[in-house]
């Protein structure tokens, strides 16, 4: 009878512990970027890669990036002015310089606003964290290319970035 319920209090405790870990993560940790939450965004910037963080790129980024969708990264990736007005409007409030700001500062280290970035792969602190990634694994048929997060990252889409 006793061996059962110390057990039980024991699993109790290590599920505690573990959401304690987790909630911990959710709160302020830097590896946790809040993911794409509204459906437009999803859908129109989901379509070819994983729908990027907002909180990863200052809003001027965001900005400079809609304001030139036809020339993206050699791609089209031309919307309706109207849809690219909100989904504007969703980036550039929830960017690392604003709302989504206890989670962006980290990876915004070193980088001025105003030069609106383009590329998360090309902040000084992205690039840091990556830099004992081989060679190899870039070219990986799996990854191919460094905006690949979720081939690394299993959990990117819910926006968890361990290793
Ligand atoms: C038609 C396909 C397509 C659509 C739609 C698209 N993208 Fe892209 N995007 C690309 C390509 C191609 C790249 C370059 C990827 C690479 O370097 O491997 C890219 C790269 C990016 C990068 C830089 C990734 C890095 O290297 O850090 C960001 C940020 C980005 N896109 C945001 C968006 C946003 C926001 C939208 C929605 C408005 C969007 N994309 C819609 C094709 C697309
Ligand atoms: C080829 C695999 C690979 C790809 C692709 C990749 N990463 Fe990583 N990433 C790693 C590894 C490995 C680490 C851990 C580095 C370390 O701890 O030394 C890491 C670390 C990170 C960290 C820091 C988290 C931590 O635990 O310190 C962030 C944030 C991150 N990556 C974001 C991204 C984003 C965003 C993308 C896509 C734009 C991306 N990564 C693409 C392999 C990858």
């Given at each position: 009878?006793?061996?059962?319920?110390?057990?039980?209090?024991?699993?109790?405790?290590a599920l505690a512990f573990s959401a304690l870990v987790l909630?911990?993560?959710?709160?302020?940790?830097s590896h946790y970027f809040a993911p794409?939450?509204?459906?437009?965004?999803?859908?129109?910037?989901?379509?070819?890669?994983?729908?990027?963080?907002p909180s990863m790129l200052p809003a001027s980024s965001w900005k400079r990036m809609l304001a030139d969708l036809k020339n993206h990264f050699g791609d089209d990736a031309s919307l309706d002015p109207t849809v690219a007005a909100k989904i504007t409007e969703y980036l550039v409030s929830n960017a690392a310089d604003?709302?989504?700001?206890?989670?962006?500062?980290?990876?915004?280290?070193?980088?001025?606003?105003?030069n609106a970035p383009l590329r998360i792969t090309e902040l000084p602190k992205w690039v840091?964290?990556?830099?004992?990634?081989?060679?190899?694994?870039?070219?990986?048929?799996?990854?191919r290319t460094k905006a690949n997060c979720a081939a690394c990252h299993t959990d990117a889409e819910r926006g968890y970035y361990e290793d």
């Open positions: 009878m006793r061996i059962p319920t110390r057990a039980l209090a024991l699993g109790l405790l909630g911990r993560a959710q709160a302020g940790g794409v939450a509204d459906s437009t965004v999803k859908e129109e910037c989901g379509s070819c890669h994983l729908a990027f963080a604003t709302g989504g700001r206890r989670y962006g500062d980290k990876l915004l280290r070193g980088v001025s606003a105003t840091k964290e990556h830099r004992k990634v081989p060679d190899w694994e870039w070219r990986h048929k799996n990854v």
